[in-house]
């Protein structure tokens, strides 16, 4: 079936360190993939997404690259910040009848930036 | 920027009983879904509805769920005989077409006692 790994949590970094979260994912054809981040005590906002192999998604200084050789879509930011404290969600959609494309989650990753 | 509004934030319900979460969508968009994420778990898929009627559904969508778009603007969620495995936080979330991103609601937070 459709699935979603994330590494898991909880990941504690100082203020302007590097991050990644790592994803990888087993999906039947070709999904889309997205990252979308949690803020405390918000709902999910779609933070960067890719659609096909080699694509890369920026947002607010994160990045992430569809890589379908490894089939991962690892997150990664060169210098976070204490405002980056939120849970990270990797997803998957795959278009389904009626061309509504539900997403598949993982089990997110709860980042905490100190100052 | 428009934004899905669920209502309520918290609804606190014995088991048993009949509950409605509510969704405001987002003016124009056509594609409307429900995810829950149990305490501490994945937020799973349960239903998305397109053109007045269910695309697709999960197995945790059984005969106790239901959805409808009564008036053409709330998207509703109801649950008719509620079990403690249905506490959970209850995401809304629309889309305009099948390709653009699916924008998500604050949640609501059902706790059956």
């Known amino acids: 079936g459709n699935s979603v790994t994330q590494m898991e949590g909880p990941v504690t970094l100082s203020e302007e360190a590097f991050l990644t979260i790592n994803c990888t994912y087993t999906a039947t054809g070709y999904p889309s993939l997205f990252w979308y981040v949690q803020y405390p005590g918000e709902g999910l906002q779609l933070l960067l997404k890719?659609?096909?192999?080699?694509d890369k998604g920026s947002n607010k200084g994160f990045e992430a690259t569809y890589r379908k050789e490894t089939t991962s879509f690892h997150l990664e930011k060169g210098s976070v910040q204490v405002s980056d404290s939120a849970v990270y969600f990797c997803?998957?959609?795959?278009?389904?009848?009626?061309?509504?494309?539900?997403?598949?989650f993982g089990k997110g990753t709860k980042l905490t930036v100190n100052p | 920027e428009p934004e899905v509004t669920q209502t309520p934030s918290h609804q606190v319900t014995q088991m048993g009983q009949e509950v409605i979460l509510r969704c405001v969508p987002i003016s124009n968009h056509l594609y409307f879904y429900w995810y829950r994420q149990i305490l501490g778990q994945k937020v799973e898929f349960l239903v998305s509805f397109y053109n007045n009627e269910i695309s697709e559904k999960s197995e945790i969508f059984d005969d106790q769920f239901s959805v409808e778009r009564p008036d053409g603007s709330n998207f509703t969620l109801k649950i008719r005989s509620t079990k403690l495995e249905d506490s959970a936080m209850y995401f809304c979330?629309?889309?305009?077409?099948?390709?653009?991103?699916?924008?998500f609601g604050d949640g609501t937070r059902l706790s059956i006692l």
């Open positions: 997803a998957l959609t795959l278009s389904t009848q009626g061309g509504s494309e539900k997403l598949v």
């Open positions: 890719a659609t096909k192999a080699d």
């Open positions: 979330a629309t889309q305009g077409d099948s390709a653009g991103p699916q924008h």
